[in-house]
């Protein structure tokens, strides 16, 4: 098959098309290759990208529409995975226009370009801050998700309504999957695995929000791709949602629209992370207490039968095996001894 994968420089992008590329389909990844971090990570990943004959990249911003629809024509694509967004819940309060640009305006030309091409399946990424205010645990697709806390929160729950109305008003197949605290190997620097990994190596303190009294539903990278792999065989058709007793259906009743938590429903206590993070490097941490900063929950949790019963996979890697996973690739990334 042909993909348009935007976001492919980025970590999850990468991982997904490299992905896709070893099982011999044909990648146009999309990428602006902004300085949110470190561009020679960016780079590095689109190297190891290039090495496959398969894929081909294009370098600009999701605002710019005719270089989407250029890259479009290139793809030919028969699936669209748009993972490119401008990340993060902190940055969002630092500089709330990127958010716009990217996550609205660039997810607006995106649906702009899968209505002109109409794709068999087109995906789209969200998030677990999607749920924002709500406490009741675990999260479910159907609960409400009308309170966001974040900028970033807002912004992909706007894109998952802007992308039902394309689906319902052009009959474009669409599943949005909302991602719970992905980690892995080649991770972004701004999430906490990678700042903890690097602080601790060159003999720094790490800072625990919520004075460590915080869970999360942590994803391990390969499993996330491989519930989208799976996921992208199974475009929602209307009026045939999921019949398996005790799972409840997100299928639209007005459009082939769907959205699908991906995360294996078993949170982790922030201190047992730490202390995975302090196994594998084989050396405590230094930790510094702090209170709960703006934007943040004190817990993500899933409920991923919906998932499983689509696919007959969920994520289940523990931190004990996908942290020391990470940690070896940093290690080696940067040549640290």
């Not at 999309?30 to 190891?48: F, G, N, P, V, W």
């Not at 068999?120 to 998030?127: C, E, I």
């Not at 409920?303 to 289940?316: K, M, N, W, Y």
């Amino acid at each position: 098959m042909h993909f348009l994968i935007t976001g492919s420089a980025g970590f999850i992008g990468f991982h997904l098309a490299r992905r896709l590329l070893t099982a011999g389909h044909t990648v146009v990844g999309y990428d602006a290759m902004t300085d949110y971090y470190d561009r020679r990570l960016k780079e590095a990943r689109h190297a190891i990208l290039a090495e496959h004959d398969g894929f081909q990249a294009v370098i600009a911003p999701l605002e710019d529409l005719a270089a989407l629809r250029a890259a479009a024509a290139i793809a030919r694509p028969d699936v669209i995975v748009h993972l490119a967004a401008q990340a993060g819940v902190r940055y969002s309060l630092e500089n709330p226009r990127a958010y716009v640009d990217s996550n609205l305006i660039g997810s607006f030309n995106l649906l702009e370009v899968a209505r002109e091409v109409a794709p068999r399946h087109l995906l789209l990424a969200s998030t677990s801050s999607v749920y924002g205010g709500n406490e009741t645990m675990p999260f479910h697709e159907v609960d409400r998700a009308d309170f966001p806390i974040t900028i970033y929160a807002a912004t992909k729950k706007a894109m998952e309504g802007l992308a039902h109305t394309y689906a319902h008003l052009w009959g474009l197949p669409t599943t949005c999957f909302r991602f719970f605290t992905v980690y892995g190997p080649w991770g972004r620097p701004d999430m906490a695995l990678f700042k903890f990994v690097d602080a601790i190596q060159h003999g720094r303190p790490i800072e625990i929000y919520g004075m460590g009294d915080m869970r999360r539903d942590f994803t391990y990278v390969d499993d996330l791709v491989e519930a989208v792999v799976r996921l992208i065989d199974l475009p929602p058709v209307q009026g045939r949602p999921v019949m398996i007793s005790g799972v409840i259906d997100t299928l639209s009743p007005v459009a082939p629209w769907r959205v699908v938590n991906i995360a294996g429903g078993q949170p982790v206590g922030l201190m047992d992370f730490v202390a995975a993070i302090e196994t594998a490097l084989g050396c405590r941490a230094e930790k510094l207490m702090r209170p709960m900063q703006l934007g943040d929950v004190r817990e993500t949790f899933a409920d991923h039968r919906l998932l499983e019963s689509l696919t007959g996979f969920r994520p289940q890697t523990p931190v004990t095996v996908g942290v020391p996973a990470f940690v070896d690739w940093y290690l080696s990334k940067y040549q640290v001894q």
